[in-house]
């Protein structure tokens, strides 16, 4: 509690005196106590507060310790003590209890719901009136956050008969502070609209109704401090700070925010040493070796060197030596160079008593504890926790996840981990249009249902001829195990009765499980099972005509996952790969379908990221032709340029797909390279695909390999993030379909 000596002010003339008459009495000791003027707070009470006891000297020093005692308390508004031939006297005036706290003038309930926090904590408290005005700071500062900075408070104190008083606070949020500008001096070495791009602050504009980050935010402002002074970090800057932050008020009150940035030279990697102060095995870890030796030259990064670092830390996890860790101190050369020592340091032998979680509001403790590979009772290590953290973020349901440390004693340790939970629903609608024809795709999205990181998917795609809807749950963490389950329902109708002499209706459902085999290595199982019902007309081909009827298909699905990207969303670095293949196990239709794919990404530095992915797709009859549903195809977003669907062999006038599809897709971001507002993006790509094959001769099978080149523009905008594309075909078949122009919409709620 704040202010606790304010007592010192009303202090009681009658204890005052009674001390100077009592000077004589010093060596005396206390025979008894008699409280006087308390109606809620008992005798005992009063004289625990004290910390007096019987036998105890009544001494000036002792007497002072026990009034300061007692108002600390908060309970009593007047205070005296005297002391008489043995007999402690206490005499208190009791202040009011807080009856009710009412708050007026906040429409939000989020906000109310903030400060309802901090007001009910001193609600059927004492009323210290000195202490309101902390509570006013607390609830200015909570509006602050949310940009209130103009807001103004008036408090008023109704006295009740029982010794209770009611506060009511009411509150004038005036105008709201938005960022006019944000403006970005000194020695700042890149480009302003780089920089934005960097924090989380935001200049107001129109289209930014869905974020409060144009509000200006003392605590956003300290991580924007931090998020750009680490940026520079990673690029070369080893000495670059952010000198100092200026919000200054506008004639339309609003704020012009200033970062003044101090850069400095920019250094690169000297030499790397690795020292083995324990017995741990050297030559095992000579690889890493290399990979240092390779920075050498290269400009500094933080990234990178912590990346390495913890890459070496979970090598030598894995060799199950688990208190050996790898730490790095750095040592400037000169005005450019930096030296990087690695230390194989033995770590105190510790382990996890507890783990305390707080600010999961909404969230069920269960879905972050089964994330954490270190549980109670492990050993602990700060690399496989910090991998824990990664797994709680990688939900994608908080904002921030944070943990600290506190020693218990010499062998274990208290862990607090600290989350911020985000909106976890997304509403997305995308659309395509070419030559022959337009497409529509919409859907919903829950990532953290009922607050059991159980993910809901609900997504229909409309185009002039199919329409197709999934519902699917997927529970992660089933059972509170480290396994997954999910079910699906789906049903699809294909109408090419005008152009194919055919119309496919199916319906079915599946149910499957995941689980981490190994270290970022998957493994997947479905089993599912489909109806479907395949019509015909005179003007369908032959071998259509043949496949008509009714097919009933139970299966079985298997897929291998090895992820090795640092991040699931945006990835910058790193791999992933996935083989899958899909077995009958009672099917009217026997055919084995494979998959392969893969993506590779690597960071060119300055937000640019090089990546490339392939996509190879296989089905085979054990009997008999390939239904024609069953067919595979080229997906829309692997080959850009093409309608979806419109290339490969034909029969007739009919695109059918063929029993082999591949693509293979490079592309690079570039930036802020051509736009000025921040949050665009502009990709540069290659794609390459194909179709091919039959088991039976077609009218039309062209092996010719189909390519396009474009250009991408991601805009991360206050609706949501928008994808516009547009792509020139490089090669292509007399037969196929072009689709130049492309676009993607997509919002969070």
Aim: without cysteine.
């Amino acid at each position: 509690m704040k202010n606790k000596f304010f007592y010192v002010k009303k202090i009681s003339i009658i204890f005052i005196l009674k001390l100077i008459f009592t000077q004589t009495s010093i060596a005396d000791v206390i025979k008894d106590f008699k409280v006087e003027g308390n109606n809620r707070v008992s005798n005992q009470t009063i004289i625990m507060f004290s910390n007096l006891n019987i036998g105890d000297d009544a001494n000036n020093d002792i007497l002072n310790e026990a009034l300061k005692n007692l108002y600390y308390t908060d309970y009593f508004k007047e205070i005296s003590i005297s002391f008489d031939s043995g007999l402690l006297n206490i005499k208190v005036e009791e202040n009011p209890i807080i009856q009710s706290v009412t708050i007026n003038g906040i429409k939000s309930s989020r906000i109310n719901e903030k400060i309802k926090e901090v007001t009910l904590k001193i609600e059927k408290y004492p009323f210290v009136e000195n202490k309101i005005n902390d509570q006013v700071l607390l609830i200015k500062n909570i509006l602050k956050s949310n940009g209130y900075y103009f807001v103004d408070i008036k408090t008023s104190i109704k006295d009740n008969t029982n010794n209770t008083v009611n506060l009511t606070y009411d509150v004038e949020l005036g105008e709201i502070a938005k960022i006019k500008k944000i403006n970005f001096i000194g020695d700042k070495k890149f480009r302003d609209n780089s920089l934005r791009n960097v924090i989380i602050s935001e200049e107001s504009k129109f289209w930014k109704f869905l974020t409060n980050n144009k509000f200006l935010d003392t605590n956003r402002i300290s991580a924007d401090v931090s998020r750009l002074e680490n940026y520079y970090l990673n690029r070369g800057y080893y000495n670059a700070v952010v000198k100092s932050t200026t919000g200054i008020i506008t004639d339309e009150k609003q704020f012009e925010l200033t970062f003044n940035i101090k850069a400095g030279n920019k250094f690169f990697f000297n030499n790397f040493e690795i020292i083995n102060n324990n017995d741990y095995p050297i030559e095992s870890v000579s690889k890493f070796q290399d990979k240092f030796n390779d920075l050498k030259g290269k400009k500094y990064s933080k990234k990178v060197v912590n990346n390495l670092v913890n890459e070496l830390n979970e090598f030598i996890l894995r060799n199950e030596f688990t208190f050996v860790n790898a730490t790095y101190e750095e040592k400037t050369i000169d005005d450019s160079k930096i030296d990087i020592i690695i230390n194989f340091d033995d770590l105190d032998k510790t382990f996890v008593e507890r783990i305390n979680i707080f600010g999961n509001f909404i969230t069920d403790e269960k879905v972050i504890r089964n994330s954490l590979i270190v549980d109670e009772g492990d050993a602990f290590n700060e690399v496989l926790f910090n991998k824990s953290i990664q797994k709680v973020k990688a939900k994608n349901i908080f904002k921030t996840v944070e943990y600290k440390t506190q020693n218990k004693d010499n062998l274990n340790k208290i862990i607090d981990i600290t989350v911020e939970e985000k909106a976890t629903g997304e509403i997305f609608a995308g659309a395509g249009t070419g030559t022959t024809g337009s497409s529509l795709t919409a859907g919903l999205k829950e990532n953290n249902y009922l607050g059991l990181g159980i993910k809901l998917d609900t997504n229909l795609n409309l185009t002039e001829d199919s329409i197709k809807g999934k519902f699917s749950i997927l529970n992660p963490n089933y059972n509170n195990s480290d396994k997954s389950i999910k079910t699906s329902l789906e049903s699809s109708t294909d109408d090419f009765m005008s152009t194919s002499g055919y119309k496919t209706n199916r319906t079915g459902f599946s149910i499957g499980t995941e689980f981490e085999q190994m270290d970022n290595l998957f493994i997947n199982l479905d089993i599912s099972n489909f109806y479907e019902d395949l019509v015909t007309t005179d003007s369908a081909t032959s071998i259509v005509k043949k496949q008509e009827g009714n097919y009933i298909e139970n299966l079985l699905k298997y897929s291998i996952k090895l992820n090795k990207l640092n991040q699931d969303f945006q990835p910058t670095d790193g791999y992933i790969n996935n083989f899958s293949q899909t077995l009958p196990i009672y099917s009217d239709d026997l055919a084995i379908e494979n998959s392969l794919t893969g993506s590779i990404y690597h960071s060119l530095g300055d937000n640019m990221v090089f990546s490339a992915s392939y996509f190879l797709k296989t089905i085979n009859s054990l009997e008999d032709n390939v239904r024609i549903s069953k067919r595979v195809f080229v997906p829309s977003r692997r080959l850009r340029g093409f309608e979806s669907g419109k290339i490969g062999p034909k029969d007739g006038t009919q695109y059918i797909g063929g029993n082999y599809a591949t693509a293979l897709n490079l592309s690079s971001t570039f930036p802020n390279v051509i736009f000025e507002k921040e949050n665009i993006d502009l990709n540069f790509f290659i794609d390459m695909a194909n179709v091919w094959e039959v088991d039976y001769n077609s009218s039309l099978d062209s092996s010719k390999i189909r390519s396009s080149t474009g250009i991408a523009i991601n805009w991360f905008s206050g609706i949501g993030p928008l994808s516009f594309s547009y792509a020139i075909p490089l090669s292509e078949a007399d037969s196929d379909v072009t689709e130049k122009f492309r676009f993607q919409i997509g919002t969070s709620f």
